[in-house]
């Protein structure tokens, strides 16, 4: 395993939309690189789960159940993180919902709004609630985006909206709080090779009568490194642009995909 031992140490890592797989990885990946780390979401369950992960690991890790989409709840986990650890110094948006996959046109829209509340106006409403902290700490912000900004393929209009309008979010934050210190970037994976995923490719293969190996080698085949990320890739990439070797970046997208999209 890749080791950034000691990047994040003394630092405190909000994970909003912490669940299995990726968010699972952020919080490990925070915590073995020194951050101590709140895990904020809805099932107290998951998040009694990732926490135990990083005890196990000799780390720290607090949970806060959360309604991202209430400003209440919302605001009680800008307070309970604080009064945790003492500070904040980065927040990584990972809540996320996508879409039914059908074209935008023949979208529900009260689909899209719940999407737009979860997506994106989640990760407005906890910055606004932070960036006081993250101003006295001088922190930083990475927003989970997708490939979704730059591929084609169609049924994914909606979500394609929502986060496209997470990377104006970010270069807005990164505007208005980059002359206070504070960092706002992004970062885009492509296919995360996890449950979900997995899941997905297995009744792609069952519809087509094949194994399951063969859909991965089709997809994979479309990246420069004939392969799909793991969600330990994506965190990796958010313990850099949350750690001091990242001071000079902000306003950034970072692609994450194995090179399935050039960027």
Known sequence: MISHAGMLE?????????????????????AAAGARVVLAARTTSRLEAIADDVRAAGGE???V????????????????SIAAFGRVDAVVHNAN???????????????????IEINLLSALNLTRELAPELVRTQGSVVAINSIVLRNQLPGYGSYRVMKSGLLALAR????????????????????????????????Q?????????E???EVAADTDLRRLPEPDDIANAVVFLASDLARAITGQCLDVNCGHTHH
């Not at 991202?68 to 307070?79: F, G, K, N, P, Y």
């Not at 919902?97 to 999407?115: A, C, F, K, N």
């Open 172 to 203: 807005s934050l990164s505007v208005e709080l980059g002359p206070q210190g504070v960092r706002v970037n992004s970062v885009a994976p492509g296919y995360i090779w996890a449950d979900s995923v997995k899941v997905y490719f297995e009744y």
């Open 65 to 80: 159940p959360t309604d991202l989409t209430d400003a209440a709840s919302v605001r009680a986990l800008a307070e309970q």
């Open 205 to 213: 293969a069952k519809k087509r009568g094949v194994d399951a190996s």
């Open 215 to 217: 859909i991965y080698a």
């Open 97 to 115: 919902v996508q879409p039914p996959p059908i074209g935008i046109l023949e979208s529900d829209p009260d689909d899209v709004r719940q999407g």
């Open 10 to 30: 003394g630092k405190v890592v909000l994970v909003s939309g912490a669940g299995p797989g990726l968010g699972r990885s952020l919080a490990t990946r925070s």
């Open 61 to 63: 890790a607090v949970c």
